[in-house]
C-alpha cells in the first residue's frame, strides 16, 4: 500500500542513508555511499553535488547554527564539517564508526558510535564546540540515531532493539 501524497523528490543518489533539513537556504541534504554530500530542493529536480569526501562512506547529518554540516563518516571514522562553500574538514577526534549526529542547545555535537553489531561496543560520544571529543557512555548495543529533548538524550540501540533515555547534566551523560 502507497500512502496518498507519496511521491519522490529527487532520485539516483548513490545509496543514502541519512537527510537533514538546512534552514538557511531551504534545501535538504543527503550523503553517499563514496563520500558525496547532495543538496537538493524539496520541489524535486536533480541533486547538486557540494562536496567529495575521499574515502568517506556518509551516514547522518545535522546542522549548526551557522550553516555548517555536520557528517557521520565512518569510512574515515569521524565526523566531518562541510562549510556552506563545500570545504570539508574533520571535527573533533577519531570515531570508530560514527552514525548518528544531534546538537544540543549549548552547541555541543552528540554522535552515536556504533561499534560492532554483535558486541556491546557502541558507545555515545560528545564533541564539545573547541573539537574536544569525549566518550561518555560505552556498552551499547549498536548505538545509532539519537535525538535531544531538554535534559534527554534519546539513543536507538538497533541490536537489541530498543530506544534508551539518559539524563544529561552540564554536558555529561549521568548513568
Known amino acids: 500500500m502507497v500512502a496518498a501524497g507519496l511521491r ?19 534545501l535538504v541534504y543527503a550523503g553517499g555511499e563514496a563520500g558525496q554530500v547532495y543538496r537538493f530542493s524539496c520541489d524535486g529536480g536533480d ?5 567529495t569526501i575521499g574515502g568517506g562512506f556518509l551516514l547522518g547529518l545535522a546542522f549548526d547554527g551557522a550553516g555548517r554540516l555536520y557528517v557521520c563518516d565512518p569510512g574515515n571514522g569521524c565526523v566531518q564539517r562541510v562549510s556552506p562553500d ?8 577519531p570515531i570508530g564508526f560514527p552514525n548518528y549526529p544531534v546538537f ?3 552547541g555541543r ?7 560492532g ?3 556491546m561496543d557502541g558507545a555515545i560520544v560528545r ?6 571529543t569525549e566518550r561518555v557512555i560505552d556498552g551499547l548495543a549498536f548505538a545509532n540515531g539519537l535525538a535531544i529533548d531538554g535534559d ?9 532493539p530498543r530506544v534508551i533515555r539518559l539524563p544529561l547534566r552540564g554536558g555529561a551523560v549521568e548513568p
Open 127 to 132: 564533541i564539545d564546540p573547541d573539537g574536544v
Open 8 to 26: 519522490t523528490v529527487v532520485a539516483g543518489l548513490d545509496h543514502p542513508e541519512g537527510v537533514c533539513w538546512s534552514p538557511d537556504e531551504g
Open 109 to 115: 555535537l552528540w554522535v552515536s558510535d556504533s561499534g
Open 152 to 160: 534527554w538524550l534519546y539513543a536507538v540501540e538497533s541490536a537489541w
Open 104 to 106: 544540543d542547545g549549548q
Open 86 to 93: 563545500g570545504c570539508v574538514e574533520r571535527y573533533g577526534e
Open 47 to 51: 541533486a547538486e553535488i557540494v562536496a
Open 117 to 119: 553489531w554483535e558486541g
